[in-house]
């Protein structure tokens, strides 16, 4: 119902995530605005890739949320953005699998972003890393921070 969508409240999440070795020692970190609040997150893992740190971000700063809300959510891993808005409804449509028949690679992180997604009416963008864009600076260091309190 687009009236009911648009008494939701509108926030802003910015995600990264990072790697020191790929696979290797990992992170990920989330801003998420609202109005004049601000909130930081971040986490991390002992072995992991970088593509794992990427959807966490984007899962965690979903997960955060208490309520369905209208969401502008900011990677800038093309990898989380062109699978979210592009490949998974054919990976659905197969059971999981690939164009080329293989099991989707991270299908587990996939199936949880799906689910957060369904809850909120999710608007994605893709920034360019480390490109001086101030909360993507912000959610990259928050990832190396979830990477330093291992």
Known sequence: CKFYVNLMKTVNIYTDGACRGNPGIGGWGVLIEFGDTRKEYYGG????????????????????LKEPCNVNLTTDSKYVMQGITTWIANWKKNNWKSSSNK???????????????????????WVKGHSGHEQNEIADHLANKGIDTL
Do not use: F, R
């Open 103 to 125: 099991n989707v690679k991270n299908k587990d992180l996939w199936i949880e972003l799906d689910k957060y997604v369904e809850i909120h009416n999710v608007k994605w963008s």
């Open 45 to 64: 893992e002992l072995n992991t890739t970088n593509n794992q740190m990427e959807l966490m971000a984007a899962i965690e700063g979903l997960k955060a």
